[in-house]
């Protein structure tokens, strides 16, 4: 079936430190990818998409990178902040799927 | 300002009440989702409306019951409220029903059953 695996965290950085957070993905079809942030008290905010492979999606200094061979779309900034402390998402769509699966989370603390 | 509202931000009630939660998008979407997420921040999907007809029904207990009077309205009413329906729940909506372009999030209900 269709689905998102992403690293467990939760990931504690220093600001200024380097980024990754893995995820790979099952998909029957072609799906499109994204990543979604929720900050604390909040709801999910869309982060970035990617909707072929090879796409890059970026937004807020964040990227992800559609690869269809390693089936990923890990997510990567160059310099965290302490207002990127949140949790994060990787969510798929495929067509014929009439919703967005997602994976399981990964909390973000950047420390001053 | 265009947004996905519900209401109430937190609900706290106890075992055995029935309650609703309500949901509201003003996006000129056609498509709206329940989801809810447990302690851990896992996100499970329970219901998907298309132009006010049910899609989704996930394995959800039949104490849960959808209504969407119109494409910009989904509310969820909870029968019988048992200790472990405590969780945030999030109405969503998108345009198309494969939300290629992403869903928009409430900011979500904090129910607590005492």
């Known amino acids: 079936g269709d689905s998102v695996t992403q690293m467990e965290g939760p990931v504690t950085l220093s600001e200024e430190a380097f980024l990754t957070i893995n995820c790979t993905y099952t998909?029957?079809?072609?799906?499109?990818l994204f990543w979604y942030v929720q900050y604390p008290g909040e709801g999910l905010q869309l982060l970035l998409k990617?909707?072929?492979?090879?796409d890059k999606g970026s937004n807020k200094g964040f990227e992800a990178t559609y690869r269809k061979e390693t089936t990923s779309f890990h997510l990567e900034k160059g310099s965290v902040q302490v207002s990127d402390s949140a949790v994060y998402f990787c969510?798929?769509?495929?067509?014929?799927?009439?919703?967005?699966?997602f994976g399981t989370g990964t909390r973000l603390t950047v420390i001053p | 300002d265009t947004a996905v509202s519900q209401t109430p931000k937190y609900l706290v009630t106890q075992m055995g009440n029935d309650k609703s939660i309500k949901c509201e998008q003003n996006?000129?979407?056609?498509?709206m989702y329940w989801y809810k997420q447990d302690s851990k921040k896992f996100l499970k999907i329970m219901f998907s409306?298309?132009?006010?007809?049910?899609?989704i029904n996930e394995t959800v207990p039949n104490r849960f019951s959808p209504k969407s009077p119109d494409k910009a309205h989904l509310n969820l009413h909870i029968n019988s409220l048992e200790l472990g329906d405590s969780a945030v729940y999030f109405c969503?909506?998108?345009?198309?029903?494969?939300?290629?372009?992403?869903?928009?999030f409430g900011s979500g209900t904090r129910l607590t059953v005492v």
């Open positions: 969510a798929l769509s495929v067509t014929g799927a009439n919703n967005l699966f």
């Open positions: 996006l000129g979407h056609d498509t």
């Open positions: 998909a029957t079809g072609y799906p499109s």
């Open positions: 409306y298309n132009n006010k007809e049910l899609i």
């Open positions: 969503a909506s998108s345009q198309g029903l494969r939300g290629g372009d992403g869903y928009t």
């Open positions: 990617a909707t072929k492979a090879d």
